[in-house]
């Protein structure tokens, strides 16, 4: 069940207008994790473009939201990382529960579990009981990588690589922009081709889902391997929120239970197509 906690840091003048309450959506329950603020991979302006379109109840950060160890190395926080975090903190007080769970990369923040500052909630793990009575375990996820937690150098190593990548990522689509394209994700198209990648990415969501049954829960929310997902396995059904780097994806609930997955940049494409092209793909 869910331990009280927070982090409450910043008050801060917003850089960008929220959008209108009227084109707000409202969910029961959103998760998401991976945004990884303070990179120059976060994706924040397609967060913030997220949060002023949706509102929940319930809303659970899981993990490596701040980036500590990419911070320990070189410091970077551009005004738009600020507005992520003012969002954060302004739901909190409006009334919306905020839960946080901190992942490897913020883990300087678990040893405030157990608080609760500013109306952020801040825990290890937690219980989320859903509108048709499903139990789910809520939890970051870096627990269960034995890279993570046998070997930190290797994992400080790929951190490197991957931010190597995420500069390509950048390029990509920047070009992308120029032209006119969607956002598309070159690590997330990577790590699909890549056959170790799968093979951990499938062993992890098997090791999560195993462990999750063990504890008598219905289900497991988790971040951790920037890989949105929502399938059942062994019985368990298991849910990754994805993150704000490659996917830009968030895990929600209506308030019937039923889970969705939400890729943003397919959202924002759409808004942005002409209606004629939207009519089209509905027909198709």
């Known amino acids: 069940m869910p331990i009280d906690a927070a982090a409450d840091i910043l008050d801060i003048t917003p850089r960008l207008t929220a959008a209108r309450a009227g084109s707000r959506r409202h969910y029961r329950t959103i998760w998401i994790s991976d945004v990884h603020l303070g990179t120059r991979g976060c994706n924040a302006d397609m967060l913030i473009d997220f949060l002023d379109h949706v509102d929940s109840d319930t809303l659970y950060l899981v993990g490596d939201i701040i980036d500590g160890w990419r911070l320990k190395r070189r410091f970077y926080w551009p005004p738009a990382h600020n507005d992520v975090v003012r969002r954060l903190l302004k739901r909190a007080r409006r009334g919306t529960r905020v839960v946080y769970i901190p992942g490897n990369h913020d883990e300087m923040f678990r040893q405030f579990s157990g608080m609760d500052i500013g109306g952020i909630a801040i825990c290890r793990k937690t219980i989320h009981i859903t509108a048709d009575g499903r139990r789910l375990l809520v939890l970051h996820g870096d627990e269960f990588d034995a890279i993570t ?136």
């Open 149 to 284: 937690l046998a070997h930190r150098w290797l994992a400080h190593v790929g951190d490197h690589a991957y931010t190597l990548l995420m500069i390509a990522n950048r390029w990509v689509n920047g070009i992308r922009r120029r032209l006119n394209m969607p956002y598309w994700s070159l690590s997330k198209h990577a790590k699909a081709k890549v056959k170790n990648a799968v093979a951990f990415i499938s062993h992890f969501e098997e090791v999560v889902a195993h462990a999750a049954g063990s504890r008598g829960v219905d289900g497991v929310v988790c971040g951790h391997i920037h890989t949105a997902e929502m399938r059942e396995i062994g019985g368990i059904a298991y849910y990754n929120d994805g993150d704000w780097v490659e996917g830009c994806t968030a895990l929600v609930e209506h308030h019937d239970g039923r889970m969705e997955l939400l890729h943003w940049g397919d959202e924002i494409a759409r808004r942005a197509a002409p209606p004629e092209a939207i009519s089209a793909a509905k027909a198709a």
